[in-house]
């Protein structure tokens, strides 16, 4: 008997290092490994490494290089974006105003800063997860110092108005911060023209290591140092900078910038075909997520009547690997925050697959897929009480 053939589908949890990366990381372990911080060749050799790598992602999102900070995840670049401001501007206000459907480094920075007396607006959604500009506007108060409202959601892909949201902070004077994990090398960033003082970055959601990640900093926009210790990152983060990941980081961006209209054409020609197959084949499904503000790469379904979790069990089985949701919500039995955001029912919400296709995807995977899935939710919908009760209901 062949072996399952195995199939990766959760990109956005996080992305294999691609060969052209490894092969810039390489040489820095064992030759050009100084410290950055050293005044001789070597430590200057690195330095040079590091400035340029820092010029190559600035250009990457049309900032200036010393507008880039490097952090070590895009966990962390959400913490100093949301605690440095709040600390930076405490005397101004303690009003934050962020979406519920944010990640959780978003959402636990905010209920961290609300235990010390700060007030978090969370900002409904509307049902295919979008931030109304306008209820941003309507939650702006004099004491208001931070808007946070991710770029695009690592759940169910739905992409934010965010030129209008930072025109909104802009006109009212107060610190945009959006979390860009999910959506630096799928989507342009410019900000050039995008009203927003901060982004946070991680490499490992584009093709570079887990373990690497950034902060833009707009010129001139007020935070508190984050990570106390030397002079790196002009004194606002201390750390020996991670220059290997940092290089892997600045050459995986570059190469995501180079290839986006080709890899858009190609993950959305997929993306397409599963929903069409998918809502078409399997009843009771719904997509979640906007249908074109969308990831390029992004699905998300709810199949009604069963779990979540046993299905991505059997698709396993099947050579399949998905998620339900966040890489860092699975393994919890809580239905998604992002899910009941939209407006789905417990019962929904516990049903849903989120497949996130990346560069190796095939689209002869996609009816194996369907296929696959098609057998599941029938046999866990045979042994499943609520469709008993619904098919029970519907026949009187
Ligand atoms: N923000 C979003 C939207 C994410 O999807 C993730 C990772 O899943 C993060 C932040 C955290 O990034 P990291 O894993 O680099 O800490």
């Known amino acids: 008997m062949s072996a399952t053939k195995r199939v990766y589908l959760d990109h956005a949890a996080t992305t294999p290092v691609r060969p052209e ?6 040489p820095i372990f064992q030759e050009h490994f100084g410290n950055p911080s050293s005044f001789y060749h070597r430590g200057q050799e690195a330095k040079r490494l590091l400035e340029d790598a820092r010029q190559r992602i600035a250009t990457c999102i049309q900032a200036q290089a010393h507008e880039i900070y490097f952090t070590s995840c895009g966990t962390e670049s959400d913490n100093w974006a949301i605690k440095g401001v709040a600390r ?67 759940e169910i892909g739905t992409i934010q108005p965010i030129a209008e949201i930072g025109a909104i902070c802009q006109e009212h004077k107060v610190t ?26 991680s490499g490992h959601k584009l093709y570079a290591p887990k373990g690497v990640g950034a902060l833009y900093i707009r010129r001139g926009t007020r935070i508190a140092t984050f990570m106390d210790g030397g002079a790196q990152e002009r004194n606002r983060r201390g750390g020996t900078e ?49 249908l074109t503000e969308r990831l390029p790469n992004n699905v998300n379904f709810s199949f009604e009547f069963i779990e ?5 069990i059997m698709l396993d089985h099947f050579g399949f690997e998905c998620s339900s949701g966040s890489a860092c919500t699975s393994g919890s039995l809580d239905p998604s925050h992002v899910l009941l955001a939209i407006g789905l029912p417990h019962e929904k919400a516990h049903g849903s697959l989120r497949v996130t296709f990346g560069k190796s995807s095939e689209a002869e995977d996609i009816d194996r897929l369907v296929e696959s899935l098609v057998k599941i939710v029938s046999r866990l919908r045979d042994i499943s009480p609520l469709y008993e009760a619904y098919l029970k209901e519907k026949q009187g």
């Open 88 to 154: 930076a501007l405490e005397k101004k206000g303690r009003h934050i105003i962020t979406s519920k459907i944010e990640h959780h480094a978003v959402l636990h920075s905010c209920e961290a800063l609300a235990a010390q007396g700060y007030e978090i607006t969370y900002l409904d959604v509307d049902a295919d997860g979008r931030v109304d500009p306008q209820a941003v506007r309507q939650a702006i108060r004099p004491d208001t110092i931070l808007v946070s409202i991710m770029m695009a959601n690592n």
């Open 308 to 312: 979540g979790e046993s299905i991505l």
């Open 21 to 26: 990366v490894m092969d810039a990381m390489l």
């Open 242 to 290: 991670n220059v290997p990941y940092i290089v892997g980081f600045a050459k995986a961006f570059e190469l995501a910038m180079a290839e986006m209209a080709e890899n858009t054409k190609h993950l959305s020609a997929l993306r397409d075909d599963l929903i069409e197959k998918v809502l078409k084949a399997v009843p009771h499904t719904r997509l979640n997520g906007h």
């Open 176 to 201: 945009f911060h959006s979390d860009a994990v999910q959506a630096a090398g799928a989507i342009p960033i410019d900000v050039s023209t995008l009203p927003v003082d901060l982004l946070s970055f």
